[in-house]
């Protein structure tokens, strides 16, 4: 960040604040001197812990027939996953190894390595990992079978840029040259798919067709970690750079360990015993470098914290253990409280943070839930004078409060509980009928733990026609199929949630999700909470109906609402920039739409595709220009800084807001223009009049995304457009204005860019009307 970044920030502040933040910046940077001129001296593995110290377990064997309606997609995956095949933000399925040909990102293409030849002595490290090191690294790659090729976990494999395995983690640069993607080897090094390999283990050992013989699983996740310890000590490389990629990685290890051992596999003493100690390790790594910060604390704090917390219960009891336990517990209920409204929505204004925040919400209460009483104790008897990070830890005994109709206590706060709840209602109130969710907010296709990822087949030559950067499938027969995941359905987040409260609702709702939810039940020990709404009973008002048959949903908290009945879904946006106005995660989408009729997606958000290897299409992909509102020539609704200070970060100049709303009107309000824009939906379940209206002299255009599959048609008048999906036209027609279409482009999920057209309406004047009517239907 520039100086001129920090003057414009200090200034905005109060003094106490400023004092407040450059005290911790000080503090932080001297500690990081410190801590780097030690590291570089002496080896950071940590000595080998007491040999009869296990690891606690806490998932249960998942019943087989809850895997069979997957074991296709499981077959295709995990067969990708033996080869060293990874699917990745965009990246199409690519072979990672050393010394790869990457496709480039944008026209940006770098050196990935030289190819190596691994000894089973591990000599080929040396050179790759830090001298002090070096030594205890080969040691570990030993236990690795000898047939075994390793990934290259430093790698950008989309662009090709490598990162050196001995930089220290601080050291590591990131957003510094054009097409470059720090979030592609966190992505591979978060680990996600260890858990798909357990499925593929249980399938094939219950005599499944179509699988390897079920050890090759088991190998293979024993060979992939010992990789990844033996290639990236602690606190070397890009894979430590950030604490919260380590707090998901370790938690996506211990799942699948716990999960293997569940079902039936047996790990040698020797894995054991590097296994845990790795797992101290991380636990040690994200304790001293939590991501908390006295203004903003979000996604990536949570993540240490849940992380922390799976490290902390699986370990065994030492005072140190238990001060983490007591710690993370403390945190999550803390963290919840102020990153989720009291809708129960995440503060992040993004539909797909939410889910990512949730979903370490809903694991990190399911495992505190599971947690034995010898390892509750830790939670009335810690020394908390042994936690030396910030933020403080407070002195024991943790608060524990009563469950509703048992003697059982929890240090979950009623509100606490009310707020997950209320996580999966949010999740099943904005799903579209075609089981997605609203691209509201920026979109990096991040999960916690990828138990039941949803995955489509289709050919490669349908994946090349749909995706324009899944090229290198040109040396693949077209008719080779493709499986691609969808990162756009959330249901299995209701799933998860309701193996804690078992709504009926909410398992109509997730009904494929099963797995998830037979997961979570079973951590909590088949028990519940239960739900808010029993309390309230008949005062209890989930949504508001009109005669029509349209429900509105309103979330003032997200700044989302959603309009829906079996013919009509239409989702608008309106209201505040998120993370406490820092908008780190926010689009300038303010009174925005999405439309579905039928099920079938109308108009759409374009997404989000890339953060910093690309600023120029981060800053297009989140402008006003890019979403189904009101734009005017040269202006944003929020303006935010120049260069890489500004990318995650705007000014929340707009003050969205509510005028009035009922079933089947809105009328919303921003003033980012300088000017008050006003948008006026009249909503009906055959037509949509709106109405935009903006004092300014300036070409004012109303854009309209259109979903791929759509097909426009233009017509003689200028006055009107159709638009065609199978027997399905909606017409969009205006009184004064010029309608034109454009090639634009639509993003799905993170490094995923297809084609699409967009619709703009153009006119000087200071009120435009127009109308979005169904004609036909299926």
Request: a neutral charge; aromatic letters at 12%; one cysteine or more.
């Amino acid at each position: 960040m520039d100086i001129k970044h920090y003057l414009r920030r200090a200034v905005s502040l109060p003094p106490h604040i400023i004092i407040k933040k450059m005290s911790d910046k000080i503090f932080r940077k001297v500690e990081f001197v410190r801590r780097r001129q030690h590291d570089m001296k002496l080896p950071t593995f940590t000595k080998a812990l007491s040999s009869h110290d296990k690891l606690d377990s806490f998932f249960k064997c998942v019943p087989v027939e809850l895997l069979l309606p997957h074991k296709d997609w499981i077959i295709a995956v995990t067969e990708h996953y033996l080869a060293h095949r990874f699917d990745l933000l965009g990246s199409g399925w690519v072979q990672v190894r050393h010394g790869m040909r990457c496709r480039g990102v944008e026209g940006h293409v770098y050196y990935a390595g030289r190819e190596v030849t691994p000894d089973k002595d591990g000599r080929w490290l040396e050179g790759r990992i830090n001298r002090a090191n070096v030594t205890e690294s080969k040691r570990i790659w030993r236990f690795i079978d000898g047939d075994y090729s390793p990934i290259n976990w430093h790698l950008d494999f989309k662009s090709g840029y490598l990162w050196s395995g001995d930089t220290w983690f601080q050291d590591i640069p990131y957003g510094h040259e054009p097409g470059v993607d720090i979030k592609v080897p966190w992505e591979l090094a978060r680990m996600q798919h260890l858990a798909l390999l357990v499925w593929a283990y249980s399938l094939s050992k219950n005599g499944r067709e179509g699988f390897r013989q079920y050890d090759v699983y088991h190998r293979e996740f024993c060979n992939q970690v010992l990789d990844f310890i033996a290639t990236n000590p602690p606190r070397f490389g890009v894979n430590w750079r950030c604490a919260m990629d380590v707090g998901i990685r370790v938690s996506n290890w211990l799942v699948a360990y716990d999960l293997f051992k569940a079902h039936g596999a047996e790990f040698d003493r020797e894995f054991d015993s590097l296994f845990l100690k790795s797992i101290y390790e991380h636990g040690l790594h994200i304790v001293n470098n939590l991501e908390w910060y006295s203004q903003l604390h979000g996604n990536h704090y949570l993540a240490d914290i849940v992380g922390l917390l799976f490290v902390a219960a699986y370990l065994p009891r030492t005072p140190e253990t238990d001060v983490w336990l007591a710690f993370a517990v403390q945190e999550l209920v803390e963290e919840v409280e102020y990153q989720f409204t009291s809708d129960g929505v995440n503060f992040e204004a993004s539909t797909s943070y939410h889910r990512l925040a949730a979903e370490m919400v809903v694991y990190g209460t399911a495992l505190i839930m599971a947690l034995p009483s010898e390892k509750l104790r830790a939670l009335k008897d810690y020394d908390y004078r042994l936690h030396h990070s910030i933020p403080e830890l407070r002195p024991a005994p943790t608060t524990l409060y009563s469950l509703e109709g048992s003697e059982e206590k929890t240090p979950f706060p009623v509100r606490y509980l009310e707020k997950l709840e209320k996580m999966a209602e949010f999740a099943m109130h904005i799903t579209m009928p075609d089981g997605h969710v609203p691209q509201i907010g920026d979109n990096d296709s991040g999960r916690f733990l990828k138990l039941q990822p949803v995955y489509q087949s289709m050919t490669v030559a349908g994946a090349k026609m749909c995706y324009n950067n899944l090229d290198t499938y040109n040396v693949l027969p077209d008719d080779t199929v493709y499986w691609y995941e969808d990162h756009a359905d959330h249901r299995h987040l209701a799933a998860a949630i309701n193996g804690i409260f078992q709504r009926h609702d909410f398992a109509d709702f997730a009904t494929e999700k099963q797995l998830e939810y037979s997961i979570v039940k079973s951590l909590c020990n088949n028990g519940k909470f239960f739900s808010y709404r029993s309390k309230k009973k008949n005062n209890y008002k989930e949504h508001d109906t009109s005669d029509n048959g349209l429900e509105l949903y309103t979330y003032p908290g997200f700044g989302l609402y959603i309009y829906k009945s079996k013919f009509l879904y239409l989702a608008v946006r309106c209201g505040h920039i998120g993370q406490n106005g820092n908008g780190g995660h926010a689009h300038n989408d303010q009174l925005s739409i999405e439309l579905a009729i039928h099920g079938v997606p109308i108009i759409v958000d374009p997404g989000t595709y890339l953060y910093t290897p690309m600023p120029e299409k981060r800053n297009l992909f989140r402008s006003t220009t890019m979403h189904n509102t009101l734009s005017v020539s040269g202006k944003e609704q929020n303006t935010w800084h120049e260069g890489r200070s500004g990318l995650f970060g705007m000014l929340d100049q707009a003050k969205a807001k509510v005028v009035e709303i009922n079933t089947h009107k809105f009328l919303g309000e921003h003033r980012g223009f300088g000017t008050v824009h006003r948008r006026l939906l009249d909503i009906h379940e055959r037509y949509i009049h709106g109405f935009d209206e903006c004092n300014l002299s300036e070409k004012k255009t109303v854009v309209f995304h259109i979903a791929s599959g759509v097909k426009i048609h233009t017509t003689q008048r200028d006055s009107r457009l159709d638009l065609h999906c199978g027997k399905l036209k909606v017409r969009l027609s205006a009184e004064t204005g010029e309608w034109s279409v454009h090639e634009s482009f639509h993003s799905p999920g993170y490094g995923i860019i297809q084609n699409c057209q967009l619709v703009k309406l153009q006119s000087t004047q200071n009120s435009i009307r127009w109308l979005a009517e169904i004609m036909e239907t299926k």
